[in-house]
Every structure is written in structure tokens, then in C-alpha cells.
């Protein structure tokens, strides 16, 4: 049994020899799975620019989610002055304000009614 466990210790320390020293590159077995080793590093790099790239649309996202708070409360707040300024009170002071010689009507709007007979035919 000694003999069996000491053999298996040298080949498990001489593989490990010929990986730190390249050996391993120049055997047949690894010369033939060459492309599928070749295939699964591409893989593992566009696994890796997959995970940058998503990182970069969550970030993106979370700006453009801030930017969309930003305008919602700038709206709000304009919204809110206008409303304020179109009030049939700050209107009329506004135009006292200016000077502009408009002056408030107190009384009601009226209908005006014509009849068609009134109406001047050309």
C-alpha cells in the first residue's frame, strides 16, 4: 500500500510541477482541447463586459430616475405659482400693478339674442 500512495504522491506533485512550469501546454490532450479552452475564456470575458455593462444601465438608470424626481417637483412647484397667479385677485392687482386702465366688471355677463330676421342678407 505504501508503495501505491507514494507513486500516487509523485504523480499528484509532478502535475503540479508541470503546470507551474507550462509543461502541461505541450501535451497532446491539452493541445486537442485547445479550442474549447479558447472558447470558454471567450465566454468568461464577455460574461465579465456583460457585468460592466449592467452596472453602467443601473447607474444610468438610478441618474435618470433622480432626473425625473427633479422635473416631477420642479413641475409641481410651477404648476403651483401659476395657479396662484392666475387667480381672478392676483390678476386684477397685477394690473393695477402696470397701470394698464383695465378695470374689473362687477356686473354678470348677458346673452345677446338676434333673430334671424335681424340679421342683413348680402
Same mark, same amino acid.
Given at each position: =500500500? ?6 500516487? +504522491?509523485?504523480? /499528484?506533485?509532478?502535475? #503540479?510541477? %508541470?503546470?507551474?512550469?507550462?509543461? #502541461? $501546454?505541450?501535451?497532446? %490532450?491539452?493541445?486537442?482541447? $485547445? @479550442? &474549447?479552452?479558447?472558447? *470558454?475564456?471567450? *465566454?468568461?470575458?464577455? &460574461?465579465?463586459?456583460?457585468?460592466? =455593462?449592467?452596472?453602467?444601465? /443601473?447607474?444610468? $438608470? ?8 427633479? #422635473?416631477?417637483?420642479? &413641475?409641481?412647484t410651477t404648476?403651483?405659482? *401659476? =395657479? ?7 390678476l386684477a +392687482? ?7 386702465? *383695465?378695470?374689473?366688471? #362687477?356686473? @354678470? @355677463? ?6 334671424s330676421q ?5
Amino acid at each position: =500500500m505504501s508503495g501505491a500512495a507514494n507513486k500516487k +504522491d509523485k504523480s /499528484v506533485g509532478r502535475s #503540479f510541477v %508541470d503546470i507551474i512550469n507550462g509543461n #502541461f $501546454l505541450t501535451k497532446d %490532450d491539452v493541445l486537442r482541447h $485547445l @479550442p &474549447y479552452l479558447m472558447f *470558454l475564456c471567450l *465566454l468568461a470575458l464577455v &460574461y465579465i463586459a456583460n457585468g460592466y =455593462m449592467a452596472e453602467d444601465t /443601473v447607474r444610468k $438608470l438610478n441618474n435618470v430616475g433622480k432626473e425625473v424626481k427633479e #422635473f416631477r417637483s420642479e &413641475y409641481i412647484t410651477t404648476k403651483s405659482e *401659476l =395657479m396662484y397667479k392666475s387667480k381672478q385677485s392676483e390678476l386684477a +392687482d397685477f394690473i393695477d400693478q402696470k397701470g394698464m386702465g *383695465l378695470k374689473e366688471s #362687477f356686473e @354678470p @355677463p348677458r346673452k345677446i339674442k338676434v333673430s334671424s330676421q335681424n340679421l342683413i342678407e348680402d
